[in-house]
């Protein structure tokens, strides 16, 4: 399985922005969909977005519609997460993850992930 690697995170201002990518180590993502998970401290990790690779349709939590966006560039082969409006509950450990499903209990393995620390 092509290993993922996160990386964006970082301390910002409620009401920043951040941008979170997601690579899969140096080889090409071959996989139906890429999707952005969260984990808060304390907190199960829950879905936050998913893009499906050829169609690029999106779909978000209802907790970062409008403020988030996730994108991808078949170029570079890479997956954006754009985060707007920061807000201090959205500090979380984010990770990406190859597949469709919004149930992280799916997935058998997750990278690092990048820490996102939102202060008020």
């Known amino acids: 399985q092509v290993q993922l690697v996160e990386s964006g995170g970082g301390l910002v201002q409620a009401g920043g922005s951040l941008r979170l990518s997601c690579s899969a180590s140096?080889?090409?993502?071959?996989?139906?969909?890429i999707t952005w998970f969260r984990q808060a401290p304390g907190k199960e990790r829950e879905f936050v977005a998913i893009?499906?690779?050829?169609?690029?349709?999106?779909n978000y939590a209802d907790s970062v519609k409008g403020r988030f966006t996730i994108s991808r560039d078949n170029a570079k082969n890479m997956v954006y997460l754009q985060m707007n409006s920061l807000k201090p509950e959205d500090t979380a450990v984010y990770y990406c993850?190859?597949?469709?499903?919004?149930?992280?209990?799916?997935?058998?393995?997750w990278g690092q992930g990048t820490q996102v620390t939102v202060s008020s």
């Open positions: 140096g080889r090409t993502f071959s996989t139906y969909a």
């Open positions: 993850n190859q597949g469709s499903s919004r149930s992280a209990g799916d997935y058998d393995s």
């Open positions: 893009i499906r690779w050829s169609s690029g349709s999106t």
